[in-house]
């Protein structure tokens, strides 16, 4: 997935190399399969292609086929925790290639999601457990358990666990940005 990305960008692996601070050698190995990167790993190669990083971290294997219909148990969710954060999210959704991505979101208190970002489509957001801010075109919006917030992601947003206690929520997002 890395090396279709690579060449979709039409970058050189000397290019992605000079960007990331990894090695051309490292590179080729991901590209080959032949090591499976941390996902802080992933993520570096993906600003240096200017893509979402989920599209390789949660990339779907080619040898398996789109579905119409998939039934994903909790066991079979793709989960992701970055270096140094306290949130965890997990894929509720097979893949990032699809016209939308759910996640499963689990924010310790004091998480948040970094500074506002923007991206193409709408996304939808609706807590589970605790609480959530959740800061849109400047004005923040506490959520609270059975909230839940729609809005137009070209706006910068982001969010934040003000609470004392973990936040659980689902974040869908069409298409799929993260």
């Known amino acids: 997935m890395v090396r279709r990305a690579r060449k979709h960008s039409e970058r050189t692996l000397q290019q992605v190399a000079a960007v990331t601070g990894l090695s051309i050698s490292y590179l080729s190995q991901i590209e080959r399969d032949i090591l499976i990167p941390p996902v802080s790993t992933l993520r570096r190669i993906a600003d240096a292609l200017d893509i979402p990083a989920g599209s390789l971290v949660f990339?779907?294997?080619?040898?398996?086929?789109?579905?119409?219909?998939?039934v994903l148990r909790r066991a079979e969710r793709k989960s992701i925790s970055f270096p140094r954060s306290n949130i965890d999210y997990e894929l509720l959704t097979p893949d990032l290639r699809r016209r939308a991505s759910m996640l499963w979101i689990v924010a310790?208190?004091?998480?948040?999601?970094?500074?506002?970002?923007?991206?193409?489509?709408?996304?939808?957001?609706?807590?589970l457990k605790g609480c959530l801010g959740v800061e849109v075109g400047g004005l923040w919006h506490e959520l609270r358990v059975g909230d839940s917030?729609?809005?137009?992601?070209?706006?910068?947003?982001?969010?934040?666990?003000?609470?004392?206690?973990?936040?659980?929520?689902?974040?869908?997002s069409s298409p799929p940005s993260f």
Not at 59 to 70: D, F, G, I, K, Q
Not at 149 to 172: C, D, M, Q, T, Y
């Open 108 to 127: 310790k208190p004091g998480a948040e999601s970094g500074p506002p970002l923007t991206h193409v489509g709408e996304d939808i957001v609706v807590v």
């Open 149 to 172: 917030i729609f809005f137009n992601s070209e706006l910068p947003h982001r969010w934040s666990n003000p609470g004392k206690s973990p936040a659980e929520a689902i974040w869908v």
């Open 59 to 70: 990339a779907r294997e080619s040898s398996r086929p789109a579905t119409l219909v998939a």
